[in-house]
């Protein structure tokens, strides 16, 4: 039988989806009032939804209450113009519920979970429950976020639990895993949303029929991975290759360890105020500031929207 709700998701939650950067002060403090240029830079892209919460946005770094914030500011920003998904790095399922719960009525259209990602591991079946749990006391669709390293789920994990959970409609693959893209598209029912979160992998995900992606790079140039999906879709892959190398360029040169901190400099070059990683990640450094800048003008030659250059 087909699950209605996934089919639902499936027709719309597509495309470029990027994780929003958090803009955090010299502080470390949330500053509040400044989402909304971010979400105009996405939506003015071409993007299809946006998330907030995810790792590029260092949502694991949130309180409650500028978890509270972040999301409600965000959803007003957005204005129901794409589709808002909220994401969840929590350590167990009551938090996971009570952060859903704390945001009231506004509308989200999916939640982006990770397992649990302390040292402890629990069991598929336990796992099952925790996903379970969440669907039933929220009722927001669920994409499961695997990139937890030492939680990492196989894909008989997360097929089991897409056939357990009703509202748990599709994933999110990370961890530069394009394998398990590929059996992922193999196995997953034709309704169930398989999205990429390999930045080095993009256009091969795509070309294997991957849905969208949630990504680094969707956030750090919202407008070519947008040009690169297209391209994909339109089977211009002579398109979609050159693209390709442009962006791998620009990931080679974003160092991963303060990679949120390299995408707020990434996308402070196209206009967007800078701000910076909270504490203890590390600031963008001038050596890396010079890698990426590098690396960004054949990126920045095919951008062609707002500026190219901050001063």
Not at 47 to 67: D, W
Not at 96 to 109: E, N, P, Q
Not at 214 to 222: H, K
């Amino acid at each position: 039988m087909t699950n209605q709700i996934a089919l639902s998701l499936r027709n719309t939650l597509t495309g470029i989806l990027p994780p929003l950067s958090m803009p955090f002060d010299e502080k470390g403090n949330l500053a509040q009032g400044e989402l909304k240029a971010q979400v105009d830079f996405m939506i003015e892209s071409g993007v299809r939804g946006i998330v907030v919460g995810g790792s590029t946005g260092e949502g694991h770094t949130l309180s409650a209450a500028e978890f509270t914030q972040a999301m409600i500011e965000a959803h007003d920003a957005n204005a129901g113009r794409v589709p808002f998904i909220v994401g969840l790095i929590v350590q167990s399922t009551r938090e996971a519920i009570d952060r859903v719960v704390a945001l009231g009525d506004i509308k989200i259209d999916a939640l982006q979970v990770t397992p649990v990602h302390y040292l402890f591991k629990p069991g598929r079946e336990a796992t099952i429950e925790h996903f379970r749990a969440i669907w039933e006391k929220t009722k927001v669709p669920i994409l499961i976020y695997n990139v937890i390293p030492w939680n990492y789920l196989s894909i008989d994990d997360m097929l089991a639990i897409m056939e357990a959970v009703p509202g748990v409609v599709g994933m999110k693959q990370s961890s530069g895993d394009v394998k398990s893209v590929s059996d992922l598209m193999q196995r997953a029912k034709p309704e169930n949303l398989v999205l990429t979160g390999i930045d080095a992998l993009l256009y091969p995900s795509f070309a294997l029929g991957a849905h969208g992606a949630i990504s680094a790079l969707t956030c750090a140039v919202p407008g070519l991975t947008v040009k690169l999906f297209n391209a994909v879709q339109a089977g211009d892959h002579v398109t979609a290759k050159d693209i390709h190398f442009r962006l791998n360029g620009l990931w080679n040169a974003m160092r991963h360890d303060n990679l949120p901190a390299c995408v707020k400099y990434v996308q402070h070059r196209q206009g967007l105020p800078m701000f910076h990683p909270r504490a203890p990640m590390e600031r963008v450094t001038e050596e890396q500031k010079n890698k990426i800048d590098a690396a960004l003008g054949p990126v920045l030659e095919l951008v062609d929207i707002r500026a190219k250059s901050a001063a």
